[in-house]
Structure formats: structure tokens, C-alpha cells
């Protein structure tokens, strides 16, 4: 396997801030979100199971008695609170993360038809995840700020010094299993996606660190 990155590099269109983006900025934030909204469309029309956000956020619903896009923002909600004592800070790229995913999510299951054969769906979900790492990359390379699990993700890997790569399993293994104990549905989409996620993140911020890393 290639080596991975351990870490967010500092890019040539990397932000000054969360909120002070330049003009090189922008590209690499709106390709980047738009290919993570992408990945997740793909693992939706796979039909072999969403992401672990997704299945916990049914397993919630369930109890809490909302649907499962109002169970999503409320999750979203509680994760954003979970950034106070961890000093993380929203930005514009925050912002963007739930506008444009979303969008191209949504656009991404209307256009593409539900996988057929078995060796289609599979793919679905080995070009998901591998999708969702490159523009993961892209986007959290940006500087301006992550998405609300993301930031869970990079503050986690700031107070720690662990791999961003094992915080993101550690995450997603997590999420996924207490979704499962509460009632979501998983599948083998799912678990390839809590397993190899944070691999793909790693060799996305590779690439990126390879292409446009700033060398001292």
C-alpha cells in the first residue's frame, strides 16, 4: 500500500483563515465538497448500506421519534456543540460543507440509477469511498474550516497527535456500532466504509501534499 499522510499539510491554496479564503481557495473547496456529495450519492444507490453517520442517525430516529433528516441536523447540531471545549472553529468551508454535500448528494441519487448487479454495487461502494477520501482532502486542505464531523475528526487529531487516518476509523467504527446497538441498518457497504474511509482520507491528503504542498 502506498504510504499515507498522518496529517492535514498546509497547500499552496490552503486559507490564511476560516474566513479569509484567496482566489485559489475556492476551486480545490467546491471540488472538493462536491466529490465528498458524489461518494455519498454512489454508497446510497449501491444499496448495500449508507455511511455510519447515516445508519446512527436512523438508530436515533428510532428513539427520538423524527425523521431522518431532522435526526441528521440534530446530530450535526450536538457535534457542532462538541467543538466548544475542543477549541475547534467553524469557518466558511463549514458553511459550504452542509450547503454543497447536500446538494450534489441529492443531485447524485436523481441522476445515477440504483446499482443492478452484484459487481456494480460493489464498485459503487469502493468508488464511493475512495471519492469521499480525495475530497475530503481537498476541502479540509482548504483552511476554512471542516464540516461538522470532520471537525470532530481534526480536533481529535490536534489534541491527541494520533493519525488523523486511525481518529477517522476510531470514529466511524464507533458511530457505526452504537447506530447498530440503537436500531440502524447496516450493511457491507457500511462496514467497507468504516474500515477503509480513513485509509482513502490518507492517501488523498498524500496526493494532495505530493501535488501542491508547500516545501520549505
Not at 48 to 73: D, K, M, Q
Not at 115 to 130: D, I, K, Q, Y
Not at 158 to 179: M, P
Amino acid at each position: 500500500m502506498p504510504a499515507l499522510s498522518h496529517r492535514i499539510p498546509r497547500v499552496l491554496w490552503s486559507a490564511s483563515g476560516p474566513w479569509k479564503p484567496h482566489g485559489s481557495t475556492w476551486a480545490p473547496l467546491i471540488v472538493g465538497l462536491s466529490l465528498f456529495g458524489v461518494g455519498e450519492g454512489l454508497l446510497v444507490e449501491s444499496r448495500l448500506g449508507a455511511s455510519p453517520w447515516t445508519v446512527f442517525a436512523e438508530g436515533v430516529s428510532r428513539h427520538v421519534h423524527l425523521p431522518l433528516g431532522w435526526t441528521t441536523a440534530l446530530i450535526s447540531g450536538v457535534v457542532l456543540v462538541a467543538w466548544w471545549p475542543l477549541r475547534e472553529r467553524p469557518g466558511l468551508g463549514t458553511l459550504a460543507n452542509v450547503v454543497i454535500i447536500a446538494s450534489v448528494l441529492q443531485v447524485t441519487v436523481s441522476v445515477v440509477p440504483p446499482a443492478g448487479p452484484w459487481g456494480m454495487r460493489e464498485l459503487f461502494v469502493v468508488l464511493g469511498v475512495a471519492v469521499i477520501g480525495l475530497g475530503s482532502a481537498l476541502y479540509l486542505t482548504c483552511n476554512l474550516g471542516p464540516g461538522p464531523r470532520d471537525g470532530l475528526m481534526t480536533s481529535l487529531h490536534r489534541h491527541s497527535g494520533l493519525s488523523v487516518v486511525y481518529v477517522r476509523l476510531g470514529i466511524e467504527v464507533s458511530v457505526l456500532t452504537l447506530g447498530w446497538l440503537l436500531g440502524g441498518v447496516a450493511g457491507i457497504g457500511t462496514a467497507v466504509f468504516a474500515g477503509g474511509v480513513g485509509v482513502a482520507l490518507g492517501l488523498g491528503l498524500r496526493m494532495v501534499d505530493r501535488v501542491a504542498g508547500q516545501r520549505a
